[in-house]
């Protein structure tokens, strides 16, 4: 299983990006996808997940900002994130729970200046 991470950059405070995380190889069930952060110095945090029914779930300091979606295969899952902030800076992974199993993506570096 792959995941291809893509959309992270650089945007000043009160700006908008759009990350995109594709899994591919043997999928065949998964459970849920989802997007963690891991800023300098910091542990790796759950930003926002979606599972397979379709609930999600976010981090507190996200929650109105930021939204998480998929397409219609469910193997593909975007986070769109508005109303940037610094404190949103960090390395960006998309993660995929397959039958249990945590699959991780190489990070893709978002950078808010203020």
């Known amino acids: 299983v792959q995941l291809q991470a893509s959309g992270g950059g650089s945007v000043q405070a009160g700006g908008s990006l759009r990350l995109a995380c594709a899994a591919s190889?043997?999928?065949?069930?998964?459970?849920?996808m989802g997007w963690y952060r891991q800023a300098p110095g910091k542990q790796r945090e759950l930003v926002a997940r979606?599972?397979?029914?379709?609930?999600?779930n976010y981090a507190d300091s996200v929650k109105g900002r930021f939204t998480i979606s998929r397409d219609n295969a469910k193997t593909a899952v975007y986070l769109q994130m508005n109303s940037l902030k610094p404190e949103d800076t960090a390395v960006y992974y998309c993660?995929?729970?397959?039958?249990?199993?945590?699959?991780w993506g190489f990070g893709t570096q978002v950078t808010v200046s203020s």
């Open positions: 993660s995929a729970n397959i039958m249990g199993r945590i699959y």
């Open positions: 190889g043997m999928i065949f069930d998964i459970d849920s």
């Open positions: 979606i599972t397979s029914a379709g609930s999600t």
